[in-house]
């Protein structure tokens, strides 16, 4: 879909880097906006993330519980985890985050789409993927993660979105994308070696 949104655009004039933390990074931008006025924007750089609807051969789906702390509260979530592997694919990181985290190495990877969660301020961006042929390995979750692992038939699933037992973004788009797609998608993932927002060329 080709349109002319000049009328739209931001351009970016400076940057300036007012925290630099282990994954995180956050700059005050000044933009020109479309009419001429100046504004800034607060933006948080992220290496972007990957999250995985890894499926059983039963119609199951499997989720991790852990703790959140930046909300205060425990979180049923799909098996996820950061790009921050300089030039890692994302199936691999897929893989290496479900391993990780549920013990799972999958057969077959289906990538399904992008998405930004809050684009108003970070560039973030999560990129989703299907595992299925899955084989129990032993999970291996890093010193810092706490899970546990729960195996939940796909129906149930999407019902815990209804009653709002689900509420975290990535894992509710996951699950409600393969509830309306299944594992179709005209979505490419980016290209081997880039952690960009771009599709992969032809």
């Known amino acids: 879909m080709n349109r002319d949104d ?3 655009r931001e351009r970016g004039l400076t940057q300036e880097i007012v925290f630099k933390g282990n994954l995180l990074r956050i700059r005050l931008d000044t933009v020109a906006l479309p ?3 100046i504004a800034n924007r607060e933006i948080v750089d992220h290496p972007g993330a990957v999250a995985v609807v890894a499926l059983t ?3 199951e789906v499997l989720m991790v519980r852990q703790w959140r702390y930046a909300i205060g509260a425990l979180s049923l979530e799909l ?3 950061c790009l921050d592997v300089p030039g890692e694919p994302v199936t691999a990181a897929a893989a290496r985050e479900l391993r990780e985290e549920t013990g799972r190495e999958a057969a077959r ?3 399904l789409g992008r998405m930004h969660a809050s684009p108003g301020f970070t560039t973030e961006t999560t990129h989703l ?3 299925e042929g899955l ?3 032993g999970a291996a979750p890093s010193d810092e993660e706490f899970l546990e692992i729960e195996v939940i038939p796909f129906p149930e699933a999407l019902a815990m979105i209804k009653r709002g037992e689900i509420r975290d973004a990535k894992t509710i788009v996951g699950l409600l994308w393969y509830q309306q797609f299944g594992l179709s998608s005209l979505q490419r993932p980016p290209a081997d070696g880039t952690l960009a927002d771009e ?4």
Do not use: I, Q, R, V
């Not at 599709?199 to 032809?202: L, Q, V």
């Open 135 to 137: 084989t129990d390995m």
């Open 6 to 8: 000049a009328h739209l």
């Open 129 to 131: 993927l299907a595992a």
């Open 35 to 37: 009419n001429g006025e």
């Open 57 to 59: 051969d039963a119609g």
């Open 109 to 111: 990877w289906t990538y």
């Open 199 to 202: 599709e992969a060329s032809a």
């Open 79 to 81: 098996p996820a985890g």
